[in-house]
């Protein structure tokens, strides 16, 4: 990229992040109320299953929340210069964060600075992230859960596919016969929670298309369905 290009993106995120954002999450009781705080490498994707939007690093956030607990889709990013022309975007796979909100109080994600490129990217394949509470940097329990390469049937990927996935959106259910389950996208990087087959007597090979099929999105349904020439 170069100088001009760069010096352009620098004043368009600087702009974005002057701007800020307020997340009003809960207008009810002022008193049951906690919040969250943005840090600047770390984009919350989602709060709950509610989509939080794009988000820019350095970006000021506030999330108004209800006390109580919340689960927080969370992915670390920055930016580092390569040389005096080129830069490097290293975004991490998706964390789940799970922890208790009290009322009145103040919380932000944080991880440990990542000063080089290298240590970055290392960074990214398994971030590890805390909760602590405003001002005084008070960690707090939390449950973490890792993302982990999503699979999907081999040698079929398509664009839209998402990257990574969390165990424990697979829901254990029976699906209707002859029925198929409908699933939808939880998010850029997470698939949403689909029914599974009961077990069977079904050949392996049916068995992962089923699989497959019950947590694939409605577009990647749509294309497969074209793909076997179905209408």
């Given at each position: 990229m170069n100088r001009i290009a760069l010096l352009l993106l620098c004043s368009l995120v600087f702009t974005a992040c002057a701007s800020g954002r307020h997340h009003k999450l809960y207008e009810?009781?002022?008193?049951?109320?906690?919040?969250?705080?943005?840090?600047?490498?770390?984009?919350?994707?989602?709060?709950?299953?509610e989509d939080m939007g794009v988000g820019f690093?350095?970006?000021?956030?506030?999330?108004?929340i209800q006390a109580g607990q919340h689960t927080l889709l969370v992915e670390y990013s920055d930016i580092f210069d390569v040389d005096a022309d080129n830069h490097e975007k290293v975004v991490?796979?998706?964390?789940k964060i799970t922890f208790v909100a009290e009322a009145g109080k103040r919380y932000q994600v944080q991880h440990e600075p990542q000063k080089r490129l290298n240590h970055a990217k290392?960074?990214?394949?398994?971030?590890?992230?805390?909760?602590?509470?405003?001002?005084?940097?008070?960690?707090?329990?939390?449950t973490?859960?890792?993302?982990?390469?999503?699979?999907?049937?081999?040698?079929?990927?398509?664009?839209?596919?998402?990257?990574?996935?969390?165990?424990?959106?697979?829901?254990?259910?029976?699906?209707?016969a002859g029925a198929a389950v409908v699933a939808g996208a939880a998010g850029v990087a997470a698939a949403?929670?689909?029914?599974q087959a009961a077990p069977g007597t079904e050949a392996p090979h049916l068995k992962m298309l089923q699989y497959s099929w019950q947590n694939a999105s409605a577009a990647e349904r749509d294309a497969f369905l074209k793909w076997i020439g179905k209408p």
């Open positions: 009810g009781d002022p008193a049951q109320a906690a919040h969250i705080d943005s840090f600047e490498t770390v984009l919350i994707k989602y709060i709950d299953n690093i350095g970006q000021k956030h506030v999330y108004d991490s796979r998706p964390v290392s960074f990214a394949e398994k971030p590890d992230f805390r909760v602590v509470e405003l001002p005084g940097g008070t960690r707090v329990p939390v973490v859960e890792l993302s982990r390469p999503r699979e999907f049937l081999a040698g079929l990927k398509f664009e839209n596919t998402p990257t990574y996935e969390f165990a424990s959106d697979k829901v254990q259910a029976a699906a209707p949403a929670p689909a029914g």
